[in-house]
Each structure stands twice: as C-alpha cells, then as structure tokens.
C-alpha cells in the first residue's frame, strides 16, 4: 500500500479527531454523517492514516 494520504482518509482522521474530542453525536451532525458510520471507521482507526483506508472486500478464498 502506498504511503500516501489520500482525501477521503484526510476526511476520516479529521472526523476521528473530532469524534474524539466532542463526541460521536455532535460529530454526526458537524459531518452530517451517521453514527455507525461514524462507529464503523472508531473500531478501525488506531491513531494512524493508514488504518482509515478502505479495504478490499473481496473474499480471501471461494469454497
């Protein structure tokens, strides 16, 4: 994976620091985005841009 930040991670790390810092609901509606959107990317996020990448949703084995 490349070592760049891209926009939307940008915009994920700003919302996480936000969240943080006021909490989940007011962030939801500073962001107009909805709490478990918000609750989706919170388990994820461990400080770093990186971990705020989208992932592939591809299955790692087919039966």
């Known amino acids: 994976m490349s070592k760049s ?8 790390q700003s919302l996480m620091k936000y969240a943080e810092k006021y909490g989940v609901s007011r962030a939801s509606r500073k ?8 609750y989706f990317w919170k ?3 461990d400080g770093t ?6 992932q592939s949703r591809r299955p790692h084995s087919h039966p």
Do not use: G, V
């Open 31 to 38: 962001y107009n985005k909805s709490r478990s959107y918000i």
């Open 49 to 54: 841009p990186e971990s705020l990448a989208c």
């Open 5 to 12: 930040i891209t926009q939307d991670m940008a915009y994920r």
């Open 43 to 45: 388990k994820r996020w």
